[in-house]
């Protein structure tokens, strides 16, 4: 595996696959990679011949109170992981190389709708931040495809959207949430519970699907759900940012019509916030 950092040596790289027809993958990322992001990796593996992965600490998605000076960088046990599983090479560009007039003054990719509310309503910017860091990955490498993970389901939507919007050629694939033994998201973010924190953490998932069972045997008295959710999380040490029932497809809000749905929960265990999702049928 390789690793370049600047845009003429992964454009050269790239060529170098495409001059012998081969079927590209991109993988971004933001590095600290866990079990989930080696799933990317490996569907990427399965779907292409050629995979890229990147890993940029995208300053422009992160607010200014968030955690973009703690967020952990990893890079040689990443590479280690990266390499191990397949990933023919790496990208990891500086704030210089993303943006080289600085962000004041780049161009911003914004995808109306989706990016309303949910993840985007508590972190205003945020996907702004990420369509745009994004989109020009895209246009850096071309993918034939490009893979994220489903733990983030509205940022997802989002790049879905964009993609659709500006015409990208580029599949778009989500890939299932990893998670821990005792149901927990793997995220990067997890290494910042301590041990009380890490042991109450499962009860976000475990209360989601006591929600989601209740829906499925035809409760539709959301507000009463989400309150007991709300309860049940306060007794586990969280304090609940925002829990809400979309459409699955559309990430509108559920209505009779829709019959896969989702449900999503971003909530603060300490000072560490953390997301989940469930998609079910009715």
Same mark, same amino acid.
């Given at each position: 595996?390789?690793?370049?950092?600047?845009?003429?040596?992964?454009?050269?790289?790239?060529?170098?696959?495409?001059?012998?027809?081969?079927?590209?993958?991109?993988?971004?990322? $933001?590095? =600290?990679?866990?079990?989930?992001?080696?799933?990317?990796?490996?569907?990427?593996?399965?779907?292409?011949?050629?995979?890229?992965?990147?890993?940029?600490? =995208?300053?422009?998605?992160?607010?200014?109170?968030?955690?973009?000076?703690?967020? !952990?960088?990893?890079?040689?046990?990443?590479?280690?992981?990266?390499?191990?599983?397949?990933? =023919?090479?790496?990208?990891?560009?500086?704030?210089?190389? $993303?943006?080289?007039?600085? $962000?004041?003054?780049?161009?911003?990719?914004?995808?109306?709708g989706v990016s309303t509310g949910l993840c985007g309503g508590s972190r205003p910017g945020h996907f702004d931040g990420v369509s745009t860091v994004v989109c020009k990955l895209l246009? $850096?490498?071309?993918? *034939?495809?490009?893979?994220?993970?489903?733990?983030?389901?509205?940022?997802?939507?989002?790049?879905?959207?964009?993609?659709?919007?500006?015409?990208? !050629?580029?599949?778009?694939?989500?890939?299932?949430?990893?998670? *821990?033994?005792?149901? %927990?998201?793997?995220?990067?973010?997890?290494?910042?519970?301590?041990?009380?924190?890490?042991?109450?953490?499962?009860?976000?998932?475990?209360?989601?699907?006591?929600?989601?069972?209740?829906?499925?045997?035809? =409760?539709?008295?959301?507000a009463a759900l989400f309150e007991q959710l709300d309860r049940d999380l306060q007794t586990a040490g969280f304090r609940l940012d925002y829990v809400e029932l979309r459409d699955a %497809?559309?990430?509108?809000p559920a209505d009779v019509q829709s019959t896969q749905l989702v449900l999503l929960a971003a909530a603060y265990l300490g000072s560490t916030r953390l997301i989940d999702n469930l998609?079910?049928?009715?």
């Open positions: 595996m390789n690793t370049v950092d600047t845009l003429p040596q992964l454009r050269a790289a790239i060529a170098g696959a495409r001059s012998e027809g081969k079927r590209i993958a991109l993988v971004p990322t $933001m590095g =600290n990679l866990h079990a989930g992001h080696i799933a990317l990796i490996n569907q990427a593996v399965e779907r292409a011949d050629f995979v890229v992965a990147s890993i940029f600490v =995208n300053p422009l998605q992160f607010g200014p109170n968030e955690d973009l000076d703690s967020y !952990p960088r990893t890079l040689a046990a990443d590479q280690s992981k990266l390499l191990e599983a397949g990933c =023919n090479l790496l990208f990891t560009p500086d704030a210089q190389v $993303m943006y080289p007039q600085g $962000m004041a003054q780049h161009t911003i990719v914004s995808v109306p246009n $850096m490498v071309q993918p *034939d495809i490009a893979l994220f993970g489903e733990k983030d389901y509205q940022q997802l939507a989002v790049i879905r959207k964009m993609v659709a919007d500006l015409n990208m !050629p580029v599949q778009v694939f989500g890939v299932p949430i990893v998670r *821990d033994h005792d149901g %927990l998201a793997l995220s990067s973010r997890n290494g910042y519970l301590n041990p009380q924190q890490r042991a109450n953490a499962p009860a976000l998932q475990q209360s989601m699907q006591a929600v989601k069972a209740q829906i499925i045997n035809g =409760n539709r008295d959301y %497809l559309s990430l509108q998609i079910f049928d009715l």
